[in-house]
């Protein structure tokens, strides 16, 4: 168990210190308005004229300056067996997380990022530069338009049911290693049942539907 450095009632955008754009985390803050960062993501905060309520990590980014402008906000986690994104995961203790910048700049980072929104506890939904990810609970329904790209994309042996795809899920076994889910497309709403752990990827204007799919929204 570990003890959350924050607590808040509302959702927490957690910022990172890959690849952003600053519209974006304006609009993860109008949906969730604490905002936290990741290591160098307190920098990348800073840097846009915002002070996060905490920052989380092992602190081998966070300049110096950072360290001295936050002060007791600066949490140091000195274990190196997991991200920074999950050290920060672990500690928040919220109804669901926006994460930003933790893709876009180095490829192993951005695969631990989402190997980190599968393991977590949390509801997490992840914006990336052009696509919005979080892990597919077992039943999920999106309200999406036709042609939408819809991709499943399994973290271990996966088996699905679906309704509004073009290329129905039902009766086939998805694993990394032999097969995935990418690419398909909606022929209107779209309803999954799925037994196993994948992540579900949408095209970023779709972060409505996929908070609303979650309960969020």
């Known amino acids: 168990m570990f003890i959350p450095i924050v607590h808040s009632s ?29 290591d160098g993501g ?7 004229g915002l002070e996060p309520q905490a920052v989380i990590g092992d602190l081998d980014s966070l300049s110096q300056s950072a360290r001295e402008r936050l002060g007791s906000r600066v949490h140091h986690i000195a274990e190196q067996d997991s991200t920074d994104f999950a050290k920060s995961l672990q ?4 109804p669901f997380v926006l994460a930003l910048g933790f893709t876009g700049l180095r490829l192993d980072h951005t695969l631990a990022a989402m190997t ?6 949390h509801r997490v939904v ?3 530069e052009e696509e919005v990810i979080f892990r597919c609970p077992p039943r999920l329904s999106l309200d999406l338009a036709e ?12 088996k699905a049911r679906s309704d509004g795809l073009y290329w129905p899920l039902d009766g086939i076994g998805f694993t990394p290693a032999e097969r995935v ?17 994948a992540l579900v990827m949408l095209p970023r204007e779709e972060l409505g539907a996929a908070l609303t799919g979650l309960g969020i929204g």
Do not use: Q, W, Y
Request: glycine content about 12%; some cysteine.
């Open 126 to 128: 992840m914006l990336a």
């Open 181 to 197: 889910g990418t690419s398909n497309r909606a022929t209107g709403a779209v309803n999954i049942a799925l037994e196993g752990p």
């Open 147 to 158: 042609g939408t790209r819809v991709s499943l994309f399994p973290f271990g042996e996966v």
């Open 116 to 121: 980190d929104l599968i393991r977590s506890a």
């Open 42 to 48: 307190g920098d990348r905060a800073l840097a846009m």
């Open 91 to 94: 500690r928040i203790k919220a």
């Open 10 to 38: 509302t959702g927490v955008t957690l910022l990172g210190a890959g690849a952003v754009k600053h519209s974006d985390v304006d609009e993860a803050l109008t949906i969730a308005p604490c905002l936290v960062a990741a």
